[in-house]
């Protein structure tokens, strides 16, 4: 049994309950045996590489000028969160991986899933690296901004051990949850649950399409944030924290329908100067080999990387193929030969643990996210080849991981 892939997630509009399905499908082929559902897991993030500290605040943004796709009698509103790099000496509360309710709601969904006491994975408990609303390093200057979109009904905090390391080599990250899409907690505990109609073709156009405007609205609002102004908040967001965006070095990266959305919101917004797509395709695979709706229809002249898994490549997949056509300027398709869908999240990084603690075997691993790879080495790779893009491309620093293969990333293969 393997989890979704994404080209079932295409065909087949398996959006709803994939963050469940990533842990959860561990315990399923483990047999889920009485010692198992006992058995409390505690999991945490590996920490990041960089010499800075890392910051975080949230972000309640609400589009006046735009009715909510999904829910009758309201303006669209999102959440997102703005890490930075952080003040050097400053140790405060560590901010949580998920808010109360949404952790709360997935510990539910997850044992109710699959017949587990609810509290087995405390996810309430696990805590980023990040300082809540820490005060800025405000020495630094300004910093590259990334944008960053998660896979459909996946929430904000999906790809976290990748944030904090750009982070902390720099960069100011902007993460957003696609509201209905996902589980999202508003200011006041206020929770508005996922809310979307049946799954078919339109739809799924419809939420891609919702979710460029999502990232371009949030690219509005940063420009005025920079300006000086704190449009559509009820919170204080940390101090000089606007002094620190740069927005003449934007980029994006996106997983699943996060990495469509990337490339889409890439090729329609010339403010964005560099993107990646990690493992997301790239249209509507029609079974004919057809593509719909592609992410780039004409040629985009900026650069692009495609980072994908198994047979996810410009030279298999019908939309990877058709986009990197179209892609006209530098471009690289970098691929993990034994990943799978799920190795781009977290899921890689919670892997040693759940190993570890509910005892699984190599086949069982193998089985359930497609490698039985190392996960740290995996990690180290997957942070360095996106680090190294956007330093090179956002800010024109020349590196040689990008020339080809290396015997320190042995599961990274260069597509040509």
């Not at 058995?39 to 800075?52: A, E, R, V």
């Not at 300006?227 to 967001?237: C, F, I, S, Y």
């Not at 927005?247 to 959305?261: D, E, M, N, Q, R």
Request: glycine fraction near 6%.
């Amino acid at each position: 049994m393997k989890i979704t892939g994404r080209s079932q997630l295409f065909k087949k509009g398996n959006f709803s309950k994939l963050l469940i399905m990533m842990l959860s499908m561990v315990l399923l082929i483990s047999g889920c045996s009485s010692a198992s559902k006992e058995k409390s897991i505690q999991l945490s993030l590996p920490k990041p590489t960089g010499s800075y500290n890392v910051g975080i605040t949230e972000w309640h943004l609400t589009d006046n000028k735009r009715t909510d796709p999904w829910v009758k009698g309201k303006n669209r509103e999102l959440m997102v969160s703005i890490w930075y790099p952080a003040e050097n000496d400053y140790k405060g509360k560590l901010a949580p991986y998920m808010s109360k309710q949404v952790a709360k709601l997935n510990g539910e969904q997850f044992a109710s899933t699959f017949q587990l006491n609810p509290t087995q994975i405390n996810w309430d408990s696990i805590k980023t690296h990040a300082w809540a609303n820490a005060p800025v390093e405000s020495q630094l200057g300004p910093r590259p901004v990334i944008l960053y979109s998660p896979g459909g009904s996946l929430p904000r905090t999906m790809s976290t051990f990748l944030v904090e390391e750009l982070v902390s080599q720099g960069y100011v990250v902007v993460t957003v949850d696609h509201t209905y899409e996902t589980a999202v907690e508003f200011p006041k505990n206020r929770l508005e649950k996922v809310s979307l109609p049946k799954f078919s073709k339109d739809r799924l156009k419809k939420s891609l399409q919702v979710r460029e405007m999502d990232i371009r609205f949030v690219l509005d609002q940063l420009t005025l944030l920079k300006e000086g102004q704190h449009p559509n908040v009820e919170q204080k967001l940390p101090h000089e924290l606007h002094q620190l965006l740069d927005l003449t070095k934007i980029g994006i990266f996106g997983h699943s329908a996060g990495g469509y959305t990337a490339a889409s919101t890439m090729y329609v917004d010339q403010r964005i100067g560099a993107g990646i797509n990690m493992d997301g395709s790239l249209g509507y695979e029609e079974k004919s080999g057809q593509v719909s709706f592609p992410a780039v229809p004409k040629e985009i002249n900026r650069p692009f990387l495609l980072l994908d898994a198994d047979n996810n490549t410009h030279l298999k997949a019908p939309s990877m193929k058709l986009i990197w056509a179209k892609l006209d300027g530098w471009k690289l398709d970098l691929n993990l030969p034994k990943g799978e869908h799920f190795t781009f999240t977290d899921y890689m990084a919670f892997l040693p643990e759940l190993e570890k603690q509910l005892d699984l075997s190599d086949q069982m691993i193998k089985q359930s996210i497609g490698t039985t790879q190392d996960s740290d080495r995996v990690i180290k790779s997957l942070r360095s080849y996106i680090t190294a893009f956007f330093d090179e491309h956002l800010q024109q620093i020349p590196q040689k991981i990008l020339d080809g293969p290396s015997s320190d990333h042995p599961d990274v293969k260069f597509v040509r």
